[in-house]
């Protein structure tokens, strides 16, 4: 079976410093992987997607994410965050065959 | 919101009521599905539907059920509403899974409180 696992629920983080949320899964299948961003009373709204070839993997609003197959890793980094950023912020995967699974979550905090 | 419209976006019910969401798209996907959203749980899948009246259960199907006559709407009743199933609803789409773009799009989601 397949599982997502970020592992912080909050990141608190000044804005214009940099930001990296984590992101783990296991999988015995190879799997695509996103990750959704959710601002305040909306719904999710995809920010990034790797599906193969190059493991850096460039979305929207400047965020990018690095799949590292070894590490099972997805990692979401921003070099400088803005207050526009404040959000929650979903990592997912799915088998190439299945249905998406969510990560619980992590809520971006930016101070000012 | 990628052509998603979910109806009411807001509701206050009593427990013991029966309560029917609507989730509607123009986009002519064959996969919907609805999703309950809480604190410290992300996002559980509740049904989805792979095309008209067909449907199957996600994680936490019990006390909800869907309907699906139409590819356009998706239909999901709590028969008997409970306090436990207080909660933020959203409905999402997709193109069917294994293909290059699996991504789901999400409806601004429905808030219901079961008093």
């Known amino acids: 079976a397949q599982s997502v696992t970020q592992l912080d629920s909050q990141v608190p983080v000044f804005e214009e410093a940099p930001v990296e949320l984590r992101c783990n899964y296991s999988?015995?299948?190879?799997?695509?992987l996103f990750w959704y961003v959710q601002y305040p009373n909306q719904g999710l709204q995809l920010l990034l997607k790797?599906?193969?070839?190059?493991?850096l993997v460039k979305g929207i609003n400047g965020f990018e994410a690095e799949f590292n197959k070894s590490q099972t890793s997805f990692h979401l980094r921003k070099p400088s965050v803005h207050i526009s950023d404040t959000a929650e912020y979903f990592c997912?995967?799915?088998?190439?065959?299945?249905?998406?699974?969510f990560g619980k979550g992590t809520r971006l905090h930016i101070l000012p | 919101d990628a052509g998603i419209t979910q109806s009411p976006r807001h509701k206050v019910t009593e427990t013991g009521t029966p309560v029917t969401l609507r989730c509607h798209q123009t986009?002519?996907?064959?996969?919907m599905y609805w999703y309950r959203q809480d604190p410290g749980h992300g996002l559980r899948l509740i049904h989805y539907?792979?095309?008209?009246?067909?449907?199957d259960k996600g994680e936490v199907s019990d006390g909800y059920s869907v309907s699906r006559s139409k590819t356009e709407d998706f239909l999901l009743t709590l028969e008997s509403a409970t306090s436990s199933q207080t909660s933020v609803y959203f409905c999402?789409?997709?193109?069917?899974?294994?293909?290059?773009?699996?991504?789901?799009?999400f409806g601004a989601g429905t808030r219901l409180s079961v008093l």
């Open positions: 997912a995967v799915t088998p190439r065959d299945d249905k998406i699974i």
């Open positions: 999402a789409i997709s193109a069917p899974p294994g293909g290059r773009e699996n991504i789901q799009y």
């Open positions: 986009e002519n996907h064959r996969y």
């Open positions: 999988s015995s299948v190879s799997v695509y």
């Open positions: 790797y599906l193969s070839g190059s493991t």
């Open positions: 539907s792979y095309g008209v009246k067909d449907t």
